[in-house]
């Protein structure tokens, strides 16, 4: 049974650091992905790794977050630098049952439950 759970969430200034992270069980060389959704917003795929640990990130955190993931311990994380108020959101970890990924929260069939980060200016 495939199980995701969120974690590091929380609160930080404007221009720091939060580092989440994603404890994945029952998945073995997966896409994986961060999503995030802020209220009465969609639902982004900011984040996106294959199993190759090959990454793409949507352009509104591209050279500010970075996603990895450690094979061995079956962890994802994502490492968020100069962190603005517009990251204000709840932040999803997300697996597909494929290796390779397509970037779209339609892709996915697996989701955690949400870990809540927020921003002040």
């Known amino acids: 049974q495939v199980q995701l759970v969120e974690s590091g969430g929380g609160s930080a200034q404007a221009g720091g650091s939060l580092r989440l992270s994603c404890a994945a069980s029952?998945?073995?060389?997966?896409?994986m992905a961060w999503f995030r959704q802020a209220p009465e917003k969609e639902r982004e795929g900011i984040a996106f790794?294959?199993?190759?640990?090959?990454?793409a990130y949507a352009e509104s955190v591209k050279g500010r977050f970075t996603i990895s993931r450690d094979n061995a311990q079956n962890t994802l994380y994502l490492q968020m630098n100069n962190l603005k108020p517009e990251d204000t959101a709840t932040y999803y970890c997300?697996?597909?049952?494929?290796?390779?990924?397509?970037?779209?929260?339609?892709?996915?069939?697996?989701w955690g439950k949400g870990t809540l980060v927020t921003i002040s200016s």
């Open positions: 997300a697996a597909r049952r494929f290796p390779y990924c397509r970037y779209d929260a339609a892709s996915m069939d697996y």
């Open positions: 029952g998945l073995t060389d997966n896409c």
């Open positions: 790794i294959d199993r190759d640990s090959n990454s």
